[in-house]
């Protein structure tokens, strides 16, 4: 059964720093990996995805790698902003045509000081 | 543009009374979804909907039901409703595509008593 660990489940940066949230997963025969941001009270946006034959995506100052092979996912935010402060969560699909059937992690609680 | 909808926003109820959450998207997508999310648990899937018509399992089923009433609806039926089943509720769509990107509304509170 899979399993997706976030660590840490908090972090606390200085705006400005690039930082890095980190993601495993324990069976590596996934189809894609996503990253998403969720607001207090609010419900998840899609930052990126990662289809497994794909080793990263970019969008903006974010950065998402995948190495399947060590069974871990990045998201690297660059130049980071309170306007980044959110919790992040990664999440697992392991079916072509269902990319909604997800297995998530705890998530990462960001918060970024001006 | 409206996406996900989700109702009701917040809800208390007592041990025993049942209750819907209505769910609607706007998007065309063929897929919708159930999921719950507690503190340190992440999301977890309960019930997905791949096309109208079908239903399926996901992670935590028990005590629930579903209905694809239509492409546009995907309701979530608590019949007796549990402590254990406080928790925020999060209904999603998405495409049956490669690599399209999942929708999620913004979320219903529900607190048993």
């Known amino acids: 059964k899979q399993e997706v660990t976030q660590i840490p489940a908090a972090l606390s940066v200085p705006e400005g720093e690039n930082l890095v949230l980190n993601c495993s997963f324990t069976d590596s025969a996934i189809y894609n990996l996503q990253w998403f941001r969720q607001d207090p009270g609010k419900g998840l946006t899609s930052l990126l995805l990662i289809q497994s034959s794909q080793r990263e995506q970019t969008s903006g100052r974010l950065n998402a790698s995948l190495d399947k092979s060590s069974g871990r996912s990045t998201l690297y935010i660059a130049a980071s902003q309170p306007g980044d402060s959110a919790t992040y969560l990664c999440a697992a699909s392991h079916l072509y045509n269902q990319g909604g059937k997800l297995i998530f992690g705890q998530g990462t609680e960001l918060s970024v000081k001006p | 543009n409206a996406g996900v909808t989700q109702t009701p926003k917040f809800q208390v109820l007592k041990t025993g009374q049942s209750m819907t959450l209505q769910c609607a998207q706007d998007m065309n997508h063929n897929s919708m979804y159930w999921y719950r999310q507690d503190p340190g648990m992440g999301l977890r899937l309960i019930y997905y909907s791949a096309s109208e018509g079908t239903t399926d399992k996901g992670e935590v089923p028990n005590g629930y039901n579903v209905s694809r009433l239509n492409k546009r609806e995907f309701s979530l039926r608590l019949e007796s409703a549990a402590p254990s089943q406080t928790s925020v509720y999060f209904c999603?769509?998405?495409?049956?595509?490669?690599?399209?990107?999942?929708?999620f509304g913004e979320g219903s509170w529900l607190t048993v008593v």
């Open positions: 999603a769509s998405s495409e049956v595509r490669v690599g399209n990107t999942i929708y």
